[in-house]
C-alpha cells in the first residue's frame, strides 16, 4: 500500500511541471505578457541611457536599481514565442521571426548575458564600464529589433 501511494504520489510531483509548462492560457496572453516585458525592458533602458547622455544626473543606484530589473526582465519575454497560438495571435513581430526561433532563443540569452554584464558593471558605479555595458546590451536590443520587429 506505502509503494503505491508513494508512487502515485511521486508520479503526480513529477507530471506538474509538464501540465504547467507554461503561465500562458493561449496565445493572445502570451502576446501581450511578451509586450509587457519589453515594455518594463524599454523603460528601464531609457532611464539607463538618459543618465548615460547626460539628459538627467547620473545616479549610480539608480543605475544599479535599473540594471537589476534589466537582469530579471530580459529573461522573460522568450518562452511566450513558443506558447501554441502565439503566431496567430498578432502582435508586431515580422514573419520571419516564426522560422527563426531558435536563432531568437539565442538573441535572448545573449541579452539576458548582456543585462548580466550590465548589473556588474553598475555595481562598480563606475561610468565608463556602465556606459560599454549598456552599449553591449542596447546594440544587441536593436539588432533583434531590426531583423525581427515590425513597424
Known sequence: MNKV????LLSSL????????TAFTNGKDAVSYRQASFQLIRHN???IQDMIRGNVAFD???VQRRAEALALLSQLPWESFTVPGAQEAGGKVKPAIWNNLPEVQERGEKLAADAAALLAAAKTAEQAE???AFGDFARNCKACHDKYKAD
Open 5 to 8: 501511494l508513494i508512487t502515485t
Open 14 to 21: 513529477l507530471a506538474i511541471p509538464a501540465i504547467a509548462n
Open 45 to 47: 533602458m531609457g532611464d
Open 60 to 62: 549610480a543606484e539608480r
Open 130 to 132: 556602465i556606459r560599454k
